[in-house]
């Protein structure tokens, strides 16, 4: 084979490896807490809730989420069927309306040891929307109105060298930043309307609180490595066919 030829191949070895990661992603839903009158968890996946506290649900965005009032929230307990696996896209979203957001935080899911950056958690803090996902904290840009109900969704971009994170409210980008690796929430509940001590409790209606990620399908992997190699075998015949310059 030419070194013509074999630069051929290290360019479509390159082609297979960008198309393969664009191609399609396996989803797979961790939890997804609907509301609508129940605590059971909708993925199918057992990680059902109980109430702590006052169990009562509101109309929210044309369903019904947990009616929490300050002092009620619903706990997940911890366990494996709640990790998510490294540099993988995820997902953290709920449907929220809240009461009367203040200068604190008033947690609407919480994953995470107050203090650190060990887990996840979606908040208020102040009058902004707040996510905390991979060592990281972004706070968004849209101002939160009593009364009025959104769309927030934390998105994880896991992909190395650099993965990021994205804030979205009602469908529209509210921040971005560089993050670092996921973490799962050690051994810290999952938990609607508080944090892991108890405190910072919401007070408004939340519905469809999901945790969920994406992993590349078999056959994506496949063409992954397939690119891998061919790239590598194509890299290394050419570095044996370079004469060194006079």
Known sequence: MSTASRLAAASAALTVIVSAAAAPAEAYTVIDLTGNN???DASGHGNNGVWVGTSSY???????GFNLDGSSYVDVPAGPG???????????SALVDPAGPGLGSE???????VGTADGYLIDILGDRF????AGVALIGSTPVVAGTTYQVEA??????PTPTLSLFVDGALDGTTTAGAWANGGANDFKVGVDSQGRNTFTGVVANAVLAYSVPEPATWTLMLAGVAGLGVALRTRRRT????A
């Open 155 to 160: 998105v994880y971009d896991g992909a190395l």
């Open 82 to 92: 709640l990790n998510v696996p490294v540099n993988t896209d995820v997902t953290l």
């Open 130 to 133: 707040r996510v905390i996902m």
């Open 38 to 40: 129940t605590t059971a």
């Open 107 to 113: 947690r609407v899911i919480d994953k995470i040891t």
């Open 58 to 64: 509101a109309p929210i965005g044309g369903t019904t």
């Open 242 to 245: 370079t004469v060194p310059a």
